[in-house]
């Protein structure tokens, strides 16, 4: 980075100092934790929407796809910046207010934190169902931290679930990496015959199901939704949608662990978001022209039911049995995948944060397997934390408070680079027009988060995936979201005016020797 102009020089965008022991399949494999939440949103979506389900998700989809190219450009720019998306910002604004870029690197770090932590604790309560009904396990008896319902058999599934999976994290990437391999592939293969079997079964695919995406009701695309208006509905529902299939983007946080950043972003990048996009159409495009209007309505919101219905249609009913093991057992590891790499991912931000000046120094440590040990061990406690929320739809609502906003400083950013600074070397360089795509997409991002958060929040919510009953309790998980997303401010304060003043010349630990040396010498 040191023959690249001063505004990217290591002094003032740090590399996260970790060992680069992946490659772009590492990036990929750990990076389809965030296809993989495909098992949880696509079955509440047809269930509730039917055909019209399909425009709705592949709309926000295509954007996550072209918000992947945008980051295989930034990442391959700053190879050594580690935690994905959030860390590109700063150096967008450091021509204007060195100050400002600081703030904006670290209120996107923890806006982005608050996005994927959460993963974990969503997806050990998914898969706490799902042993529970394939072992008999009935509930110990039940809670309610906050105003949604939890059975204690699910808190010790789910707790057990994330400290298990924070071994093979703390352990590196490397083993991160193959453990991810073995979850993935036992999971995307399946997962790939699913969304393949409107194609796979022409026989039983009704295409006339499509025609012009009806609601499930049968109503038009355009038709009110349980007394809300199409546009309001749609506009609530994209707040979901975007918390769970923009999440291919994730593969951008191990970039800048790979062994060669400049080719593998691009590789990376490219096939997550392909391969993203892919799976989050044909999935509830299949389901619909498999199962039909009627018997979507009829099957209920459980995402095990619905593909294991869906399974049973493909494959042949006589197996029920097997499918519903094979069908949980899928499940299950899929989840598994999405909630390693939400300990794993967001933990590279705030690592990348302690660098930056922005968030205590504790979270700069890394341990002797070369990861960011302490801040994974901050995610599995926060984690736990919100296992008491209850429910999917809940932490959904909390979570995407912090996930959606994240990249509005980062489109933004794109943007005024490419703008400002066409100068920049890029290994990866997109058409130039691509900084007004950039710009349309922080418009688009920003509208759902203002107006569709707020909408979403207004509904009310079911803890058993049934978005249109129950008490309607989502502006608690809203606020809490908000609540969380300012909690940044007391930790930069801390870094900033306790301790900063004791460390004036120490570096901050977890810098490779260059880098150490860099800061010295810059100092």
Not at 249 to 268: Q, S, T, V, W
Request: net charge negative; proline share 6%; glycine share 10%.
């Amino acid at each position: 980075m040191g023959s690249q102009p001063e505004l990217l020089s290591a002094g003032d965008v740090a590399g996260g100092g970790l060992q680069k022991e992946t490659n772009w399949w590492g990036a990929f494999v750990i990076g389809l934790a965030g296809t993989i939440l495909v098992t949880g949103i696509a079955p509440i979506m047809v269930n509730a929407f039917g055909a019209a389900a399909i425009p709705q998700m592949a709309v926000i989809t295509l954007s996550g796809y072209l918000l992947c190219l945008l980051l295989a450009e930034l990442s391959a720019m700053m190879p050594d910046r580690t935690g994905g998306s959030p860390t590109y910002a700063m150096v967008a604004y450091q021509d204007r207010s060195k100050a400002l870029a600081g703030h904006v690197n670290g209120a996107t770090c923890w806006a982005y934190w608050l996005g994927w932590f959460p993963v974990a604790p969503l997806n050990m309560i998914l898969a706490s169902f799902y042993l529970s009904d394939r072992f008999g396990w009935g509930p110990i008896s039940t809670v309610t931290p906050i105003s949604t319902p939890i059975a204690v058999t699910t808190i010790l599934i789910a707790v057990v679930g994330i400290l298990c999976l924070f071994i093979p994290a703390y352990l590196g990437i490397r083993l991160g990496a193959a453990f991810a391999t073995v979850l993935g592939l036992l999971s995307m293969i399946p997962l790939t015959f699913l969304a393949l079997g409107a194609v796979l079964r022409p026989d039983i695919a009704d295409w006339a199901q499509l025609k012009g995406f009806p609601q499930v009701d049968g109503s038009s695309f355009f038709s009110d939704f349980d007394g809300h208006g199409w546009f309001a509905i749609y506009t609530a529902f994209a707040f979901l949608l975007t918390w769970n299939v923009i999440a291919m983007e994730a593969a951008a946080c191990y970039i800048g662990e790979c062994k060669n950043p400049e080719r593998d972003a691009k590789i990376a990048m490219n096939l997550e978001g392909a391969y993203g996009a892919f799976i989050y159409i044909m999935i509830p495009l299949s389901m619909v022209v498999i199962l039909g209007r009627e018997q979507l309505a009829a099957i209920g919101f459980d995402p095990k039911t619905v593909f294991v219905t869906f399974a049973g249609e493909l494959f042949g009913g006589s197996a029920g049995s097997f499918l519903n093991w094979a069908v949980a057992i899928m499940l299950i590891v899929a989840l598994m995948l999405s909630a390693l790499n939400a300990i794993m991912g967001c933990a590279r931000g705030l690592h990348q944060m302690a660098i930056d000046g922005q968030f205590p120094r504790i979270f700069a440590r890394v341990n002797k397997h070369g990861v960011p040990s302490v801040a994974m061990g901050f995610n599995v406690a926060a984690s736990i934390l919100v296992v008491f929320m209850g429910g999917a739809v809940q932490i959904y609502l909390f979570s995407n408070v912090g996930y959606l906003a994240s990249f509005l400083p980062v489109l933004l950013g794109y943007y005024l680079l490419r703008q400002r600074h066409p100068e920049f070397p890029r290994p990866v360089r997109l058409p130039a027009y691509f900084r007004y795509i950039a710009l349309a997409m922080f418009g688009f991002y920003l509208f759902i988060w203002a107006v569709g958060g707020p909408l979403y929040a207004s509904l009310p919510l079911d803890t058993d995936f049934d978005p249109a009953t129950d008490n309607g309790d989502g502006k608690i998980y809203w606020i809490l979201g908000l609540v969380t997303l300012l909690s940044y401010i007391p930790f930069y304060l801390y870094r900033r005016y306790v301790e900063d003043p004791r460390h004036p010349d120490e570096p901050v630990e977890g810098l490779s020797d260059v880098e150490l040396a860099e800061v010295i010498r810059d100092k």
